[in-house]
């Protein structure tokens, strides 16, 4: 059974009446900082009119809004770039390894792409499409950020932050992928996506989710 969790905010109005009515505001909850281990970063569900994006620890079962967790990448997460021309010209990467062997190796997140809880006859296709919208490092819209697939031996770009095109990427419904994630510097990132498919003939869209990724040296 899969435990969910949200953080608990009061607006600047309600926490002002609260204290007029003698009531002390409850603080927002601290985001809760995920760092190794199993976790499926971008994860879909269906509510039956709504399409929702959730972080879904596997280790513990347990969901958390994106703006509730934070990800962490250490200097552990540091490889040799391998040299695609999408990874820049840096000597090394961070790097979130697309098998979980790697990932435990190295005490690193093994980052997961899932659609393992919407059924199976619910989307046009039986397919869903995740889109990067927007990605910030530090504040300022970064080119740095990757996700892709070279289990084939070449790489097949699934979300790429310096093109204009490789923005999104469709999957089967029922599906669990672990592709590469990809940093080419250290950083706060933010990462907005949005996952979207087509019910009954009309076309559904989640709101945006940001995701908040901190890459240490």
Do not use: C
């Not at 296709?125 to 740095?144: C, H, I, M, P």
């Amino acid at each position: 059974m899969r435990t969910f969790t949200r953080a608990l905010t009061i607006s600047g109005s309600l926490a002002a009446a609260l204290a007029v009515a003698g009531l002390a505001a409850t603080p927002a909850a601290a985001a809760t900082t995920l760092s190794s281990g199993h976790v499926d970063v971008l994860d879909s569900e269906w509510d039956g009119t709504d399409l929702h994006l959730h972080v879904h620890d596997e280790e513990t079962d347990t969901e958390y809004e994106p703006a509730d967790a934070i990800l962490s990448v250490p200097a552990a997460a540091k490889v040799t770039n391998p040299g695609y021309g999408f990874l820049g010209s840096g000597s090394q990467i961070w790097l979130l390894p697309d098998t979980e062997t790697e990932a435990d190796t190295a005490g690193v997140l093994f980052a997961g792409v899932s659609t393992e809880h919407l059924t199976s006859g619910t989307f046009s296709n039986d397919t869903v499409t995740y889109r990067l919208v927007s990605a910030t490092r530090n504040g300022a819209t970064t080119e740095d950020f990757s996700v892709y697939n070279d289990a084939s031996g070449s790489p097949t770009r699934y979300f790429d932050s310096g093109s204009s095109t490789i923005r999104s990427r469709s999957f089967t419904v029922g599906a669990h992928n672990h592709p590469s994630w990809a940093f080419e510097e250290a950083g706060e990132y933010k990462l907005t996506f949005t996952v979207s498919g087509t019910v009954n003939g009309s076309s559904v869209t989640s709101e945006q989710e940001t995701f908040t990724f901190t890459v240490s040296n």
